[in-house]
């Protein structure tokens, strides 16, 4: 029998090189001889590679010039379809190694009483690796008293002094890391109590500072 194109198919091509595949009810002999190939001298190029699967045999069989085949080599010679494998292996991992390191900041209990315009200290113990702390001062609605005071750590301490308002309560004291505003500490509600007053006596009677009598 003759070349039939309808056997001849591409399974890849790379840099100018293609691997066909042709199926044919001719035997091998056949296949092999001069000019076989010849009809398909337009797609064959020199260097390219044709699985035959012959009625006698499959073979791996090289283009020459002209679309001529080479001897080639015999895979199977009971003319069965070749199996062709693929595999391949690419082991990866990644190791991670991690250290935790504990930080924390425990505010000190607050001086009592706290007194409207009395400068009073806030300071606070720190644990781990915190270079410097930020205290705010809060009113019971979450609005600053004053500017934040920025303090370094040292020797696992820092500590500011804020001055307090009017008298009132639910003030709150709040220690922020500087560089990590995820951690923080925020002390319990506190009461800020009005100065202590001047009592004099005129007579029999107790009087204010601004000249007004206690009645008792």
């Given at each position: 029998m003759a070349f039939a194109s309808s056997g001849l198919a591409a399974l890849?091509?790379?840099?100018?090189?293609?691997?066909?595949?042709?199926?044919?009810?001719?035997?091998?002999?056949?296949?092999?001889?001069?000019?076989?190939?010849?009809p398909a001298g337009h797609l064959l190029q020199p260097g390219d590679i044709v699985i035959v699967?012959?009625?006698?045999?499959?073979?791996?069989?090289?283009?020459?010039?002209?679309?001529?085949?080479?001897?080639g080599l015999t895979v199977d010679g009971s003319g069965s379809a070749p199996a062709l494998l693929r595999s391949a292996s690419l082991p990866f991992s990644i190791a991670v190694e991690a250290t935790a390191v504990p930080r924390a900041i425990a505010l000190d209990a607050l001086p009592s009483p706290i007194v409207a315009g009395q400068v009073f200290p806030v300071g606070a113990s720190v644990t781990g690796p915190i270079a410097s702390l930020t205290f705010f001062f809060r009113d019971a609605g979450g609005a600053e008293v004053g500017p934040p005071q920025a303090a370094p750590v040292a020797a696992g301490r820092a500590s500011a002094a804020f001055t307090a308002p009017g008298a009132g309560g639910g003030f709150r004291i709040l220690a922020v890391e500087t560089a990590d505003p995820s951690l923080l500490a925020l002390s319990p509600p506190f009461a800020v109590s009005p100065p202590p007053r001047l009592l004099t006596e005129a007579g029999f009677r107790l009087l204010l500072e601004d000249g007004a009598a206690i009645l008792l």
């Open positions: 890849t091509t790379a840099n100018g090189f293609t691997l066909w595949h042709y199926r044919t009810e001719d035997d091998r002999a056949t296949v092999l001889a001069p000019g076989y190939f010849a699967q012959a009625a006698d045999a499959t073979a791996l069989v090289p283009i020459r010039s002209g679309a001529a085949a080479g001897e």
